[in-house]
């Protein structure tokens, strides 16, 4: 209310609730604290929050059919994220936003599970369509996950493992401990257990770089449902399973933003490390990118900071070379050019110098382009 009452500049409001996907939240907390929103931002503004149930409702449905279907079919399944997280976070279908279902196996399922997708009228869409035998073989060398899609139905997002980088809480999969959530009356999915799915949470929100509030909002309504002592739990496992670095961050960006009390155990000590300054000052540069209405891709140093902060987020050799790997392999590029299979090794002794060559070929574009407009100028003048 105070904040509304020195005034707001509506229009910009309304783009960075669509730029942070926070819109089911805005509409609610405005609601409920008697804010008068303009109305050429509150007829938007509701119509999206009546999208985002319509959407959970559908992901809910969807989510508990499919986990129950493979797991019937004998393959341990989690559901991650998504209306799972939300009913955990929020109790309610009508605040988080989801634009997919994250579903994950055992990397030894791929191809059953696949199977048995495609059979309900799902086709994969990512890495590429109509991949090969050979290709769909070689999935879990390369990557973490396929994106399939059915029509009239949300995205399914099908992992074998949680991160890209097979370093990343390599120790979380399918068939470890649990937690069901029941989203509706006869509707339920399993999902990672509480200390886990908070590590795991705060490390894919790292990973993105916190380019979004949405993410940090959905881990804020999840922790501040539990006690102090629960959360500096959680906290030592993330640190047991080395998100040691992602906890910190995720936990100093909720005491800042949302004022999460900190376990007195932790509020002297969160935060003082120099790698976790800069992964908190990195966040808030891509979550606020420019003018905080900026989507990354459009951005030009949007991707790249996201990507330099990465190696902050682990140590050792083996996880800092997984960060080159997955630039070195990535997967779109790969399945869409025309090495077969066997030779995707060598893949990266063609992306580059391709790489290279694009970039150099975009320099002098620009340049040339520049030195056009320059001349025309001095003509016109």
């Known amino acids: 209310m105070r904040a509304a009452?020195?005034?707001?500049?509506?229009?910009?409001?309304?783009?960075?609730?669509?730029?942070?996907?926070?819109?089911?939240?805005?509409?609610?907390?405005?609601?409920?604290?008697?804010?008068?929103?303009?109305?050429?931002?509150?007829?938007?503004l509701a119509r999206q929050a009546r999208r985002i149930v319509h959407t959970n409702l559908i992901a809910a449905g969807d989510t508990a059919r499919l986990t129950a279907r493979i797991a019937a079919a004998g393959y341990p399944v989690l559901a991650i994220k998504g209306v799972v997280l939300g009913a955990l976070a929020y109790g309610s279908f009508g605040v988080k936003h989801s634009k997919d279902i994250d579903l994950l196996i055992r990397p030894e399922h791929i191809e059953p599970v696949l199977a048995l997708l495609e059979a309900d009228g799902y086709r994969i869409m990512q890495?590429?369509?109509?991949?090969?035998?050979?290709?769909?073989?070689?999935?879990?060398?390369y990557g973490k996950d396929v994106a399939l899609l059915r029509s009239a139905h949300l995205q399914v997002e099908l992992h074998w493992r949680l991160f890209t980088n097979p370093e990343l809480l390599p120790m979380l999969g399918a068939g470890d401990a649990t937690q069901t959530v029941m989203l509706g009356s006869n509707l339920s999915a399993p999902t990672l257990a509480p200390a886990d799915l908070y590590s795991y949470l705060v490390l894919h929100g790292a990973i993105d770089g916190w380019s979004r509030m949405k993410s940090l909002a959905d881990l804020h309504a999840l922790v501040a449902g539990c006690d102090l002592d629960t959360l500096a739990l959680w906290h030592d496992r993330a640190v047991a399973l080395g998100a040691h670095a992602a906890s910190e961050q995720a936990l100093v960006m909720m005491r800042d933003l949302f004022a999460l009390p900190l376990p007195p155990a932790l509020a002297g000590t969160v935060g003082q490390?120099?790698?976790?300054?800069?992964?908190?000052?990195?966040?808030?540069?891509?979550?606020?990118?420019?003018?905080?209405?900026?989507?990354?891709?459009?951005?030009?140093?949007?991707?790249?900071?996201?990507?330099?902060?990465?190696?902050?987020?682990?140590?050792?050799?083996?996880?800092?070379?997984?960060?080159?790997?997955?630039?070195?392999?990535?997967?779109?590029?790969?399945?869409?050019?025309?090495?077969p299979p066997p030779l995707y090794p060598l893949f990266p002794m063609m992306r580059v110098p391709a790489w290279l060559v694009s970039r150099v070929t975009r320099g002098v574009r620009h340049l040339l382009g520049g030195s056009k407009s320059a001349t025309i100028a001095g003509k016109a003048q």
């Open 5 to 44: 009452a020195v005034g707001v500049d509506w229009d910009r409001f309304g783009r960075v609730v669509v730029r942070q996907r926070i819109a089911g939240l805005v509409d609610t907390g405005l609601k409920a604290a008697g804010v008068a929103v303009p109305e050429q931002v509150a007829v938007p």
């Open 127 to 141: 890495p590429a369509p109509d991949l090969t035998a050979e290709q769909r073989a070689v999935l879990p060398r």
């Open 273 to 339: 490390s120099r790698r976790v300054r800069m992964l908190v000052a990195g966040a808030y540069r891509l979550m606020a990118a420019k003018d905080g209405t900026t989507e990354l891709d459009t951005w030009p140093y949007g991707r790249m900071l996201s990507l330099a902060m990465q190696p902050l987020l682990g140590r050792g050799l083996r996880y800092q070379w997984q960060i080159l790997r997955s630039v070195l392999y990535m997967q779109s590029d790969m399945y869409a050019s025309k090495l």
